[in-house]
T-cell receptor, first 115, second 113 residues
Framework: AQKVTQAQTEISVVEKEDVTLDCVYE???????LFWYKQPPSGELVFLIR??????QNEISGRYSWNFQKSTSSFNFTITASQVVDSAVYFC????????????FGRGTQLTVWP | ETGVTQTPRHLVMGMTNKKSLKCEQH?????MYWYKQSAKKPLELMFV???????ENNSVPSRFSPECPNSSHLFLHLHTLQPEDSALYLC????????????FGPGTRLTVL
């Protein structure tokens, strides 16, 4: 069975602080994909990143960075120097690398960045 | 229009009404999805269409009826809904059904009175 756990329900930080959102996943597949999506108050899920299970290189995109560790089944997301516009719900998701392309979502982490 | 659009953005309906949600993707994708997002619950996949054919129905009650006339349009027909069906309904599309990135629309916020 596939499962994604985001243990942090809510996180509050002050602007310019760094914040890490945790994601732990479960799957028996050897090929799979991991995603992060951002959901601002407007409701739309905004795609942030997709990683496949064979690529454990960390990735940085501006203030965003992702740490993928297969040994701990984790795919954590760090925002450096957070800004008020980063306030949103962030979802981690898992997708099997087979014909079953459904996304298995975590429950999300509500991030609030205070000015 | 770009990306994935959904109309209406907000909908209030009584339990005896019939209404439809519309989704349109402008990305040239071949797969489309309906998700339900309720408060305090993970996103739930409802239906999947691949090249206009329904490939997945995730045990959704028959009061929700999807329709996919072509690869760009997806509808969700609603009838005799219950208050617990109140939720954000999200549409998504992807280039292919198998392990491809899904792009989401802004959702329809549905309230059933």
């Amino acid at each position: 069975a596939q499962k994604v756990t985001q243990a942090q329900t809510e996180i509050s930080v002050v602007e310019k602080e760094d914040v890490t959102l945790d994601c732990v996943y479960e799957t028996r597949d050897t090929t799979y994909y991991l995603f992060w999506y951002k959901q601002p108050p407007s409701g739309e899920l905004v795609f942030l990143i997709r990683r496949n299970s064979f690529d454990e290189q960390n990735e940085i995109s501006g203030r965003y960075s992702w740490n993928f560790q297969k040994s701990t089944s984790s795919f954590n997301f760090t925002i450096t120097a957070s800004q008020v516009v980063d306030s949103a719900v962030y979802f981690c998701a898992l997708q099997r690398g087979s014909t079953l392309g459904r996304l298995y979502f975590g429950r999300g982490t509500q991030l609030t960045v205070w000015p | 229009e770009t990306g994935v659009t959904q109309t209406p953005r907000h909908l209030v309906m009584g339990m005896t009404n019939k209404k439809s949600l519309k989704c349109e993707q402008h990305l040239g994708h071949n797969a489309m999805y309906w998700y339900k997002q309720s408060a305090k619950k993970p996103l739930e996949l409802m239906f999947v269409y691949n090249f206009k054919e329904q490939t997945e129905n995730n045990s959704v009650p028959s009061r929700f009826s999807p329709e996919c006339p072509n690869s760009s349009h997806l509808f969700l027909h609603l009838h005799t809904l219950q208050p617990e069906d109140s939720a954000l309904y999200l549409c998504a599309s992807s280039q292919a059904y198998d392990a491809d990135t899904q792009y989401f629309g802004p959702g329809t916020r549905l309230t059933v009175l």
